[in-house]
Nanobody
Framework: QLVESGGGSAQPGGSLRLSCVAS????????MTWVRQAPGKGLEWVSSISTDGRSTPYDNSVKGRFTISRDNAKKTVYLQMDSLKPEDTAMYYCVKAWGTGSPLRGQGTQVTVSS
């Protein structure tokens, strides 16, 4: 199971920190991914993090503004979002095993950026 939290409303230029707590599997064995879905659009990959946290690729649209991290002891993956833009408005999901035949996705947390 994956449970996201930390979403909410923010003004352009603001910050939010998303968290995703995992249970029911060996968290430290899996790369983790954040994806998002804006209204009327498909799922968009945002960022992933390797099991040891050393590899953290980002989509160009968030590079330099978002930071993914993880705490394997707490079974939690984070997404620090700074310099938010209205186009970041979306439902954000954390995903285990993204890109495989059996991904696991949480229920999501809504992020809304507007003035």
């Amino acid at each position: 199971q994956l449970v996201e939290s930390g979403g909410g409303s923010a003004q352009p230029g603001g910050s939010l920190r998303l968290s995703c707590v995992a249970s029911g599997f060996t968290f430290s064995n899996y790369d983790m991914t954040w994806v998002r879905q804006a209204p009327g659009k498909g799922l968009e990959w945002v960022s992933s993090i390797s099991t040891d946290g050393r590899s953290t690729p980002y989509d160009n649209s968030v590079k330099g503004r978002f930071t993914i991290s993880r705490d394997n002891a707490k079974k939690t993956v984070y997404l620090q979002m700074d310099s938010l833009k209205p186009e970041d408005t979306a439902m954000y999901y954390c995903v285990k095993a993204w890109g495989t035949g059996s991904p696991l996705r949480g229920q999501g947390t809504q992020v809304t950026v507007s003035s």
